[in-house]
């Protein structure tokens, strides 16, 4: 949800709200709005010679499967008007993972930049994304997404001292409810 878009639109148009980022660094974060619920906010970390989109396909996947069946039954069954599947509105920061996602999902072979992930989580991806209605917004400045990334870079440690860490001490994932 962009800043200019007020909570009232949004919610008339989608059941679904997902701010998505990546660090560099090998860290992902995802903040997830589903219509009547709290806000959760999840992050997590993978080698840090992890590609920027498979970082953004493993927090996508993880937004989506925290949506349960029966919620989005219950979000269909609700909504203001008639539709098949739950509306999503995917917010993320990176230009090319928002082209590729879109090229990808539209079976399009053209000159977009292929999305570079692993085919066992596009595969994933795929299957969450097959039960939604889904819409992308690209915005390099969202606010939103600046702040869940600094949320997510203090909170989860840096993964190039995780050889220095215990790995029973290691937390892999960390969620926020707000």
Known sequence: MSETTSYADFISRYDIGIHLVSERRGIWAVQSLVRDKRTTRSAGSLPSAASAHSLLVVGLTVALRDVTKVQAEKLVRNASIEIAKPRVLITCLDETFGEAMRA???????????????????????????????????????????????????????????SEIPTVLMPTVVGDLT
Do not use: H, Y
Not at 135 to 159: H, Q
């Open 104 to 162: 990808k999902m539209e079976r399009r072979l053209d000159e977009t930049r292929p999305l570079r992930s692993g085919r066992n989580f596009v595969k994933e991806l795929a299957r969450q994304i097959s039960r939604f209605d889904v819409d992308w917004e690209i915005d390099p400045s969202n606010v939103t997404c600046l702040s869940l990334r600094n949320w997510a870079v203090k909170r989860l440690p840096d993964p190039k001292t995780v």
